[in-house]
């Protein structure tokens, strides 16, 4: 191991040990690592999601499927529900698919990072992450915490997304054998509260003595980032058919944009659509207002029209929502900003 390993790692896990955040998913530094299925869960509930927002999650899911072979055995519809609002629902698809995966070979996570690579929806970030901090196993795990600090602490002028194997190939010269886990975890507290993306803390930070971005100055300017380019605006329109205190709800398509979600039913916003399409009875319609989303690739204007019909009967599947338990429906936010939109009109 050479020195400046040594050191960082060393300055690292001290401070980890002193200052490490109390998770629900975590055990603390130093201890039995925790159960492969909370670690799993929580990373797959994290990507894109704020530690904040993620806890009730976590708590919901782990008190209704507390083992995975538990949430293996639950209905598709009964997931999705209760993720919606979480968002990216593509994440939990791949949860159930490797749940299953899971409970198939006896409900046991392997233990390594190439296995764990190999379940379905288990990207090479979650398996480096669980490899690391349920079974200990020295592996690299780079979030976009890990990627702050570490472009920060050898001033790497590269700017992302492209310096990603650069950073990856960094963090791995100063990933610990031992205590792996905690070191990952460590990394990514550190950018969550000291090394924080707009006012790093380098007054309190336990890698100030190596880090070549605060000898240098403006660490805040570090990771330097590839110009975006601006995301394109669709417009949509959904539909809001009420009758006798229930609204008519469909299920999307299994594929696609919130796929397998409760929603109203909407025109499909594609790509081309001028946000004027049919809705699934003739009408007539009411303009109840806008409602704006941003999804990864693009921006959605949805324009929601409501039809109050006392014989409305729509075209295709769907089914008559209770609209006192429209919050048990688990829409998906959008839809869920398009349902209160809906409901203060009426009011
Ligand atoms: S010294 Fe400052 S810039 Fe460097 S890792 Fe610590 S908080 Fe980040």
């Not at 031992?178 to 803390?201: H, I, K, N």
């Not at 975006?228 to 205190?245: H, L, Q, S, V, Y």
Request: a neutral charge; charged letters at 25%.
């Amino acid at each position: 191991m050479d020195a400046s390993r040594d050191t960082i790692s060393e300055l690292l896990l001290g401070w980890y040990d002193r200052h490490a955040r109390a998770l629900p998913w975590r055990a603390p530094p130093g201890t039995a690592a925790p159960e492969p299925y909370r670690v799993w869960l929580s990373e797959v509930m994290l990507q894109q999601t704020t530690v904040a927002a993620v806890k009730d999650y976590f708590a919901a899911f782990t008190a209704r499927w507390p083992k995975v072979t538990d949430l293996a055995a639950a209905a598709d519809e009964e997931v999705m529900a209760a993720w919606a609002g979480l968002g990216y629902y593509a994440r939990a698809r791949n949860l159930l698919a490797c749940a299953r995966a899971v409970a198939a070979r006896g409900g046991t996570f392997p233990d390594s990072e190439d296995e764990l690579r190999a379940l379905p929806g288990l990207g090479a970030y979650t398996a480096a992450a669980v490899a690391a901090i349920a079974f200990g196993r020295r592996a690299v795990v780079v979030d976009a915490n890990v990627e702050r600090v570490v472009s920060r602490l050898f001033a790497l002028e590269e700017p992302l997304p492209g310096s990603r194997p650069t950073i990856r190939a960094l963090a791995d010269t100063i990933t610990p054998d031992a205590r792996a886990g905690d070191f990952a975890q460590a990394m990514m507290d550190l950018g969550a509260t000291v090394c924080t993306s707009r006012a790093p803390r380098c007054l309190l930070c336990p890698l100030a003595e190596p880090c070549k971005a605060r000898a240098q100055g403006e660490p805040e300017r570090l990771p330097v980032k590839a110009a975006k380019k601006a995301k394109p605006t669709r417009k949509g329109r959904a539909f809001w058919i009420e009758r006798d205190d229930h609204v008519w709800l469909v299920r999307r398509p299994g594929k696609g944009m919130l796929g397998g979600m409760r929603a109203l039913p909407d025109d499909g916003w594609s790509a081309r659509g001028d946000g004027s399409g049919e809705g699934p009875v003739a009408g007539p319609w009411d303009n109840a207002g806008r409602v704006a989303h941003v999804f990864t690739h693009f921006a959605l204007e949805l324009s929601l029209a409501v039809h109050l019909g006392a014989s409305a009967q729509p075209e295709g599947e769907g089914e008559w929502w209770p609209l006192d338990r429209i919050d048990e429906a688990g829409l998906p936010t959008l839809f869920a900003k398009a349902a209160r939109l809906a409901l203060a009109e009426a009011a």
